[in-house]
């Protein structure tokens, strides 16, 4: 019989089994709801949507803030319970924090680029959970059907306002950062040659 090379999830120990899991398998590994939720690299257009998007908020964030890859976020008074955005934009002292988690009160935006193999369900808890920490937007971007859907004012668990969106159409992001973001070169999921080959296909 395989004998499991981690620990076996038990409340309080979350954390420690996935960073064991991420630094074996390179596998993103978060905690939502606690519960984990493993997601596989990123393919080149998913990293490509996230490259875009920083590119155009560095060019106008107001001064304080900046946009970080890989920086996660725990719930208020539960640090085993978080998720590390796509993207996210955080007062400029996150740079010089020692702390890997940021406390999700700072957070002004994140960003979450949706996984050609996400289920519905996965995306409204990832989207709860966000709302249930109270960050003031959430960004959902999905390449698999070219669509947006921007999340705001979190209240009771749930976002109550949700704008949809097309590729091609920009999104309005309210204050305090009050420009748009435009998502005509956002690029769409396909099928990959490499992974066809990898499978004989």
Do not use: C
């Not at 560095?58 to 796509?86: C, F, K, N, R, W």
């Not at 959902?140 to 070219?146: L, Q």
Request: no cysteine.
């Amino acid at each position: 019989m395989a004998v499991s090379p981690y620990p076996r999830p038990r409340p309080g120990n979350l954390r420690e089994i996935a960073e064991k899991i991420e630094n074996a398998s390179g596998l993103r590994v978060q905690i939502v709801g606690g519960k984990l939720v493993m997601s596989p690299s990123p393919r080149g257009k998913h990293a490509g949507v996230v490259v875009r998007l920083r590119r155009q908020l560095e060019a106008v964030l107001p001064e304080g803030l900046g946009a970080y890859e890989m920086s996660s976020i725990a719930l208020p008074e539960e640090p085993d319970d978080y998720v590390t955005p796509d993207l996210i934009v955080l007062p400029i002292e996150w740079e010089e924090d020692d702390d890997w988690l940021a406390a999700s009160e700072d957070a002004v935006l994140a960003m979450e680029v949706i996984s050609q193999s996400e289920k519905s369900r996965e995306i409204r808890d990832k989207a709860d959970w966000y709302a249930v920490a109270r960050v003031p937007v959430l960004l959902v971007v999905d390449p698999r059907k070219g669509t947006w859907a921007l999340h705001t004012r979190p209240d009771n668990g749930a976002y109550q306002d949700v704008l949809p969106g097309k590729f091609g159409e920009s999104v309005p992001l309210p204050a305090p950062l009050g420009f748009e973001v435009a998502t005509d070169r956002f690029p769409l999921y396909g099928d990959s040659p490499r992974a066809g080959r990898r499978t004989g296909a």
